[in-house]
């Protein structure tokens, strides 16, 4: 059993097995896409394959929609050379159950696999002949939020950003840049409409797309290689609008356990790809159930029916309600809890986590009990129902291989989102106490305490990749387990620091707890585990 147009003639076998096949003519879908595309999506990753395609496929099946999505890749044009184009663009969906069950899906939504590669001139030269037609209506993303950052760690201009601000649209190197030189084509091909549509995990993801736009835009005015009406075709929502959107749905690189079921099955070639990049591809792609695409309904092209497919349409502050109420209390800070704590308990699934009485006790404590009274109701989702599906349904799930040490990357750029936030509704609330909250210094002084890099029984461990190490851990460097220390002069310009917590924890009398907390966790092994069991029982 291949994983191709040829492998998948023979439909029988594919389903004797158990796979949900594409239901749709796909020749006269690709043909009809490639005449008149009205979906690009840039980024050709897990979330992609395991979200929108699928979702494209549903509805494709159901005939909401006659064509499919073309699929372009800016960062690692290896992807689709060694996995997109292999497999005639199809992959397959391995929907992992809380149940048990697995459903597996050939999805054959993408028409198209390009590289937005501006030296590669067939591919680029396609996605500016798309980019100039008058059907296309949309252009979304999922390239992570570094994707649309034009500086380093250090606010510097990036090089290759650097130098397309001066060299213009033609030869463009940069990610935005390349997207930017294709809205400019659309623009010189008569000011024509279209949404830009982020679909990246980070807050306010539309504003990001369109501040780096509108950065190139203006700059390439003023530098004299583009037309000045560019700046006004950016700005006016009427032509290009750039829509927020909030999106959830948790997709783990390829697991190998996956693999084996699918090799029992028969189905061949399907190792994974490490590429040069590093991005880890294979012809699968594993995920949860449960998924959530909330977007601000403004298409100035118009739009094709996908709330038939799940995806919710509303207003941009309805958005940012589904936003916070997500990343700030119902889930992410969750995550990053059974992050830091698994790690330090040397867990290695935050599934097997949700078994431990005392880590459930505390998230259960941190959704419901600290973030759930300062949780706007978005209206379109109910809080108290979202928490009750991540903690029993998401989280537990035996099936998803997640684990702690992927969601502990870059912890210290999400604890002022995660937790900062619900310390400002308290110290901003007529009815609520900011000293009522004792689990979520917990999580910092869990954090402090990872950063040592020794788990709770004395052995060390990596930590996760994050851009602040350098900066935090020479302060917990003095500590040992067992011993004195001074911790509150140690880590006190840790805990002043806004940019980390989103307050200063000394101005909301917090840093005392932390300290405290830490210093019980510090008194050697198993004082972590110790710690818990005293303040979460």
Not at 133 to 143: E, G, P
Not at 215 to 229: L, R, S
Not at 275 to 283: E, G, H, I, L, Q
Not at 451 to 475: A, H, Q, R
């Amino acid at each position: 059993m291949q994983l191709s147009k040829a492998g998948l003639a023979d439909r029988k076998q594919w389903e004797e097995k158990g796979y949900r096949l594409p239901q749709f003519d796909r020749e006269q879908m690709v043909a009809a896409t490639k005449e008149a595309p009205y979906w690009v999506h840039f980024g050709a990753g897990n979330l992609f394959r395991a979200f929108q395609a699928n979702v494209a496929q549903n509805l494709l099946n159901e005939g909401v929609l006659d064509r499919g999505i073309v699929v372009a890749e800016g960062y690692d044009y290896e992807i689709v050379e060694k996995m997109n184009r292999p497999h005639d663009d199809y992959s397959i969906l391995v929907t992992l159950k809380a149940d048990g069950s697995v459903e597996k899906t050939v999805v054959g939504s993408v028409a198209e696999s390009l590289a937005l590669d501006s030296e590669n001139e067939t591919d680029f030269g396609r996605l500016k002949e798309i980019f100039t037609t008058d059907s296309l209506q949309m252009a979304s993303f999922t390239i992570t939020e570094k994707g649309y950052s034009l500086v380093n760690g250090k606010g510097e201009t990036l090089a290759d950003v650097a130098e397309d601000f001066v060299a213009g649209p033609e030869k463009a190197r940069s990610y935005i840049g390349k997207v930017s030189a294709l809205l400019y084509a659309r623009y010189q091909a008569g000011e024509k409409p279209v949404a830009m549509v982020s679909m990246d995990n980070c807050s306010h993801n539309g504003t990001k797309l369109y501040d780096a736009v509108h950065t190139f835009a203006e700059t390439w005015v003023k530098n004299g290689v583009a037309e000045a009406g560019f700046v006004a075709y950016i700005e006016n929502p009427d032509k290009v609008s750039f829509p927020w959107t909030m999106i959830d749905k948790i997709t783990p690189r390829p697991d190998s356990s996956v693999e084996e079921i699918l090799k029992n099955d028969g189905v061949e070639e399907l190792e994974p790809v490490i590429t040069s990049k590093n991005s880890y591809v294979a012809p699968f792609v594993n995920a949860e159930e449960c998924e959530y695409l909330v977007i601000e309904d403004r298409f100035p092209n118009g739009r094709p029916e996908l709330e038939k497919g799940g995806l919710m349409f509303t207003t941009r502050e309805t958005v940012d309600k589904v936003e916070k109420m997500k990343v700030c209390t119902c889930l992410n800070p969750l995550h990053t809890t059974l992050a830091v704590f698994g790690c330090l308990l040397g867990y290695d699934l935050i599934s097997k986590e949700m078994k431990d009485e005392v880590l459930k006790k505390l998230v259960e404590g941190i959704g419901y009990v600290e973030g759930l009274p300062v949780v706007v109701n978005p209206g379109i989702l109910d809080p108290k129902e979202f928490i009750d599906t991540v903690l029993n349904v998401r989280i537990p799930n035996p099936f998803m291989p997640d684990t702690p040490q992927r969601i502990a990357t870059d912890t210290s750029q999400k604890l002022a989102i995660r937790f900062g936030e619900t310390i400002k509704a308290y110290e901003a609330g007529e009815s609520l106490n900011t000293a009522d909250l004792k689990l979520i210094p917990l999580v910092f002084a869990g954090w402090l305490r990872y950063l040592m890099g020794v788990d709770d029984n004395g052995k060390t461990f990596d930590l996760s990749p994050d851009p602040l190490l350098e900066t935090v851990c020479p302060y917990v460097a003095g500590f040992k387990l067992g011993e004195e220390t001074d911790v509150e002069a140690s880590v006190r310009p840790i805990l002043e620091n806004k940019a980390i917590f989103g307050v200063n924890l000394y101005e909301v009398n917090m840093a005392e707890t932390v300290c405290g907390y830490l210093k019980e966790m510090l008194a050697g092994t198993g004082a972590v585990r110790n710690t818990l069991e005293k303040y979460v029982r």
